[in-house]
């Protein structure tokens, strides 16, 4: 073979394996980009769950503190009308007609009760906070127990409780705030026994007195 014929197999050669090497690099490229395109979806596809994920409970949150927000003006009426609320056990009496002073007076106290036994059905359905829910409800079943139930009326027991309400009433509206203000809630305190005896302590407070207690 001469040196031309080797020149032309050298060439010919050299030109398949680089159409070989080209394809094969190609088909690798190819590869690794479709790779790279897959996992640049599926990261995608999680980020945009994981959006998805916080936005609904950023929403959540914001439903909460709006609905905490009504609770308190619904907590702020009850706490100002508790001194009246046990009006509401004078059956029979001229107070329950509305056309007297005395009788619209009550019937007011009984239409803030109903209010606030409304929400504690549907307000406090969407507050993000089982531990504020649960205050909520047990201040409703104060004011019940305090409208309805058996204790007497001018009597120590009695005053004792209207104090022990109204107590507990700022605790629920200091805790309600700070939830709206995305701030953690006052410690735990178990509401009070209406009827615990004279001797077993006085009106209730917080078993640690949340920030400005005094100043409200």
Partial sequence: ?????????????????????????????????????????????????????????????????NAAADLLQTVATL??????????????SLARQTVTPLGARRERVREVLDAYRHDMRTT?????????????????????????????RDSAIMNRALGDIENYSKFVSISLSRLVEGKPLPEHTDPPNLRRSMGDGDTWQPEILPDKWDQI
């Fill in 79 to 92: 706490w100002r009308a508790v001194p009246d609320l046990p009006m509401l056990r004078e059956e029979g």
């Fill in 124 to 152: 406090l359905l969407v507050l993000a906070d089982d531990e504020l829910a649960g205050r909520c409800r047990a201040l409703g079943v104060l004011a019940a127990e305090l409208a309805y139930g058996g204790i007497e």
């Fill in 1 to 65: 073979m001469d040196s031309w014929t080797d020149t032309l197999v050298y060439a010919l050669v050299t030109a398949i394996a680089a159409g070989v090497g080209a394809w094969v690099g190609g088909g690798l490229t190819l590869k690794t980009q479709k790779k790279l395109a897959k996992e640049d979806r599926q990261a995608q596809t999680a980020f945009t769950a994981e959006q998805r994920i916080l936005d609904q409970r950023e929403q959540r949150a914001g439903i909460s503190r």
